[in-house]
């Protein structure tokens, strides 16, 4: 599929979308829909096991939705369109890693929240500063305490005031942290992590981790003991543990 303000590109089994806005990678209507979209599309590509999202160039990764579609006729589909890129982030099914390369801003930042994991340049900044616009940010509301803790998430969401990425990692907003010109090569050392594994088992890990968050202690013990039964007598699985007694190199189904 062709795209107008996205890239999508694959390789070795990542796919990397890329926002095509700079310099400041604005995210409006149209560019939410096609992040939903290719989300999607991908969700069905077996090839791909794990999708990174980036902004082009150097200087932000997004500096947020655009203002202009805050206000007016546009209000009410921007925010269903955006909290549907949400949705579309966990249903893809494969780990998602938000590569930060300039600012993140607002919807921006709220982007990198919703991956499930972060690499950025030191030089990146990250923040909400909705509030000071007399607004708050409602994706940030929900995954700022989950992601950092209460106490984190007032005052990032309160203040309005941003952060460098060393402070980021250190409150775990994102993962690493590293010097602007290793940043991509940072990023392939640790994606490597996770292509070098079963997508197949990828998936499954990563829908236990997400049913398991809003479920309580025991219940949560008691599901995935079923599921992880199923998983475990599934031929993939069946495979990579046959392989480590044999000592070789496991041939996953996918």
């Known amino acids: 599929m062709t795209y107008k303000n996205i890239l999508v590109e694959k ?8 926002i095509n806005r700079p310099p400041l990678n604005i995210l409006d209507i149209d560019t939410l829909e096609e992040m939903s979209q290719a989300l999607a599309d991908l ?9 990174a999202i980036t902004g082009a160039g150097q200087k932000a990764f997004s500096a947020g939705v655009a203002v202009g579609d805050h206000l007016g006729g546009k209000l009410a589909r921007m925010v269903e369109v955006f909290n549907r890129l949400f949705i579309s982030l966990v249903e893809v099914d494969k780990p998602t890693i938000a590569i930060v390369n300039g ?16 690499v950025a340049s030191e030089e ?10 007399g607004v708050y940010p409602p994706p940030a509301s929900v995954l700022f305490p989950r992601i950092l803790g209460r106490r984190k998430a007032f005052e990032l969401i309160l203040s309005g005031d941003s952060i460098d990425a060393k ?23 640790f994606i490597r992590r996770f292509t070098a594994n ?13 049913r398991n968050f809003d479920l309580e202690f025991r219940q949560a013990m008691d599901v995935t003991g079923v599921d992880a039964t199923l998983v475990m007598a599934g031929e993939n699985s069946v495979e990579g543990l046959t392989a480590f007694m044999e000592k070789r190199k496991p041939v996953w189904i996918r």
């Open 11 to 18: 390789k070795e089994g990542v796919a990397r979308i890329t």
């Open 198 to 210: 079963s997508g197949l088992a990828l998936t499954q890990a990563r829908q236990a981790l997400y």
């Open 103 to 118: 600012v993140a801003l607002g919807g921006g930042c709220e982007i990198v929240a919703g991956c499930d994991m972060a």
């Open 124 to 133: 990146a900044k990250l923040g909400q500063p909705e509030i000071k616009l």
């Open 43 to 51: 969700r069905t590509d077996d090839e791909v096991k794990v999708v």
């Open 167 to 189: 402070e980021a990692e250190r409150i775990g907003l994102i993962n690493k942290a590293v010097p602007a010109g290793e940043l991509e090569e940072a990023v392939d050392e």
